[in-house]
């Protein structure tokens, strides 16, 4: 079993900063890579940025250039650094980590959610 926890999210005013934080626990073989969903009230959950293990980085057109991740890789954790955050950036926020779990066996795991709010 994997589990994935988050924390971070909270109220921020708009131009603000906040930084996400994920750590994976549990039976982790290899980790292919770690990114970051936002599901916006009434919207489909969409990607927000990834980071692959070989050091790729992707980040929705959105985002770029306001929106940092990173990687732990020792502890098995990433962080997803946002900042001149706009009201169009209130979300739920998730991490996602697509790993292995032994040699043959792969999936797809999920955080909790955390709550990213931005008004004055």
């Known amino acids: 079993q994997v589990q994935l926890v988050e924390s971070g999210g909270g109220l921020v005013q708009p131009g603000g900063s906040l930084r996400l934080s994920c750590a994976a626990s549990g039976v982790i073989f290899r980790i292919v890579s770690m990114a970051w969903y936002r599901q916006l009230p009434g919207k489909e959950r969409e990607l927000v940025a990834s980071?692959?293990?070989?050091?790729?980085?992707n980040y929705a057109d959105s985002v770029q250039g306001r929106f940092t991740i990173s990687t732990d890789n020792v502890n098995n954790a990433v962080y997803l650094e946002i900042g001149s955050l706009k009201a169009e950036d209130t979300a739920i926020y998730y991490c996602n980590v697509r790993l292995y779990s032994d040699y043959a066996h792969w999936g797809d795991y999920w955080g909790q959610g955390t709550h990213v709010f931005v008004s004055s």
């Open positions: 980071k692959t293990s070989d050091g790729g980085t």
